[in-house]
C-alpha cells in the first residue's frame, strides 16, 4: 500500500538476488515504475520481483522494465505480474491484468469509473487500499 511518484526507479530489484515483493502499490511519474535488473555488468542478477494489485502507468521511460547487463537483454522466469495495470505489452497478458486509462480520485484512489476497480486477486481494487 504504498505510493512511489516522481523517482528515477520506482520499485528495483536489483543487485544481488533479492526476493522483491509488491502489492497494492501505485508508481507514477517515475522514470522506471517497476524494474527488474540495475545499471552494472559486475553483478550476476538473480532473485524475482513480485507484483499484484498494483498500478504502474504514466511513467517516462517503462511501467515495466526487465532488463539485465551481462545477458543484454530481461532475465526469464524472474518477474511476475498479476491482478496489475502496467499497460506494458510484455505483461499485459498475466492473470487478472488489466489495461486502460486510470482515472484517479483524491489521494490516488481509483475514481469508482477507472479500470481496476473490484479487480484485484481478492475482489478489492487495483492499487492503493482505503486507509482505516
Do not use: K
Not at 29 to 40: A, H, M, P, V
Amino acid at each position: 500500500n504504498t505510493m512511489v511518484l516522481g523517482c528515477e526507479q520506482g520499485i528495483e530489484a536489483g543487485y544481488g538476488s533479492p526476493e522483491v515483493v509488491v502489492d497494492h502499490c501505485v508508481l507514477l511519474n517515475n522514470d522506471i515504475g517497476l524494474r527488474f535488473g540495475d545499471s552494472y555488468a559486475w553483478a550476476d542478477h538473480t532473485g524475482s520481483l513480485t507484483v499484484t494489485n498494483t498500478i504502474s502507468v504514466e511513467n517516462l521511460n517503462d511501467n515495466a522494465y526487465n532488463y539485465v547487463p551481462e545477458l543484454e537483454g530481461p532475465r526469464d522466469g524472474v518477474v511476475s505480474i498479476t491482478y496489475s495495470i502496467v499497460n506494458d505489452d510484455d505483461y499485459n497478458d498475466g492473470a487478472g491484468n488489466l489495461t486502460g486509462i486510470v482515472l484517479w480520485s483524491e489521494g490516488y484512489s481509483l475514481d469508482p469509473e477507472s479500470v481496476g476497480i473490484g479487480a484485484g486477486d481478492n475482489g478489492s481494487d487495483i492499487g492503493l487500499l482505503p486507509l482505516p
